[in-house]
């Protein structure tokens, strides 16, 4: 991991600290009376580090965070207050003006669109609405077998938990969908199988991203650990290496919620 992703380096709050200053100035003399946010909306290991490279290629944006996994949540004094245990509790109490306060020194508002993504902004998506007026919402999923093996391998969680926590993020993007006003559905899967496609549904959203590149290597993290790699579907390996005793334990969970998966499009195994 490159020193400038280690929360607690000294180089990195150093790196920080010169960004802000920069921003800073060019903010005071270029920033925009009015900007666009877009807000990536996702669960963890649906994509949205690859969604967040690709829309970061167009000039028109600006990311809070480039590092790592481009969350805002891990930007200095940010993180004390996002990043903490109850991070997935929907009541968790949030100073949103705080928090757009410390984002806005990492955007460039002299770009149209300014761009987020920190998973656990899906729980409270609702809350962040109120105080970033003139947003929009990009809302991922991903199918439940290829997510939940995700957790699995990366956390070392147990299928019951993680598909627990599966059900749970399909509740929050379920009722983002329906009460947030401005907001694409957009799949891994047709994300990673048919990019070109996915790039013409966000123009169609925001025109301004007309210019964002799909064809290039990203570093996005993947259960190859390749720095880079083209857009890939890993689906398929990642449903391949569940055992039959966990795909029975990930399916008497989701068969309770059927409706829920079947709204997504998904069905089970």
């Known amino acids: 991991m490159n020193y ?28 925009k009376k009015k900007n666009q946010y877009l807000f990536i909306l996702s669960p963890p290991f649906c994509g949205s580090t690859l969604l967040t490279e690709i829309i970061s290629t167009s000039i028109n944006v600006s990311c809070n965070n480039y590092l790592g996994l481009r ?43 300014l761009l987020e993504k920190s998973p656990p902004n899906i729980c409270r998506a609702n809350n962040i609405d109120k105080i970033f007026s003139n947003s929009k919402y ?17 956390y070392n969680t147990d ?49 301004e991203l007309n210019d964002i590149n799909v064809n290039l290597k990203f570093s996005a993290h993947n259960m190859y650990q390749k720095k880079q790699m083209g857009i890939l579907n890993l689906n398929k390996a990642s449903i391949a290496s569940l055992d039959k005793k966990q795909i029975k334990i990930i399916n008497n969970l989701l068969k309770n919620e059927i409706e829920l998966i079947k709204y997504f499009k998904y069905s089970l195994l």
């Open 138 to 154: 990009i809302c991922l999923i991903r199918n439940p077998y290829a997510q939940i093996q995700s957790n699995i391998r990366r």
């Open 159 to 207: 299928p019951k938990t993680a598909t627990e926590k599966y059900i749970s993020y399909l509740k929050f993007q379920k009722n983002n969908i329906e009460t947030l006003k401005n907001t694409l559905i957009i799949s891994y899967e047709e994300l990673s199988s048919n990019p070109l496609k996915t790039k013409n549904k966000i123009c169609d959203f925001i025109p």
């Open 71 to 113: 969350e805002g949540q891990h930007l200095p004094k940010a993180h004390n207050l996002l990043f903490s245990e109850d991070r997935w509790n929907p009541e968790k109490e949030i100073d949103w003006n705080r928090i757009k306060k410390i984002w806005n020194k990492y955007w460039d508002r002299s770009k149209s669109i």
């Open 4 to 31: 400038v992703n280690k929360l607690d380096s000294p180089k990195r709050k150093l790196y920080f600290f010169a960004l802000s200053k920069k921003i800073a100035f060019k903010n005071f003399f270029l920033a």
